[in-house]
């Protein structure tokens, strides 16, 4: 059984930074894709950042127009841990994030965390 668990959300200022984790759990094998979607009321789900490929022959980051030079995605393989490094947040930041790993044919989700940026 895989878990993915987000955590870091919370209320920001505008021009402030967070770091969002997701921890998985479990076995996972065949990674195809690790990203970060965020999802907001009344708008679709965004892919934010993510990771494709795999984790033998690498992988390419991609980000969202809206978020390049301001958020950064990384993991740490030994803590089985992913992150996004969000800089230079905006109230248009504003969303429920949740992280996703697509793997052995499925696909996992996490429960989200609330991201809110407001003065």
């Known amino acids: 059984q895989v878990q993915l668990v987000e955590s870091g959300g919370g209320l920001v200022q505008p021009g402030g930074s967070l770091r969002l984790s997701c921890a998985a759990s479990g076995s996972i094998f065949s990674i195809n894709a690790m990203n970060w979607y965020r999802q907001a009321p009344g708008k679709e789900r965004e892919l934010v950042a993510g990771f494709t490929g795999a984790l033998s022959s690498g992988f390419k980051t991609n980000y969202a127009d809206s978020v390049k030079g301001r958020f950064t995605i990384s993991g740490d393989i030994a803590k089985r841990t992913m992150y996004l490094q969000m800089n230079g947040l905006k109230p248009e930041d504003t969303a429920v994030y949740h992280c996703?790993?697509?793997?052995?044919?499925?696909?996992?989700w996490g429960q989200g965390t609330q991201v809110t940026v407001s003065s």
């Open positions: 996703n790993i697509r793997a052995m044919g499925r696909e996992y």
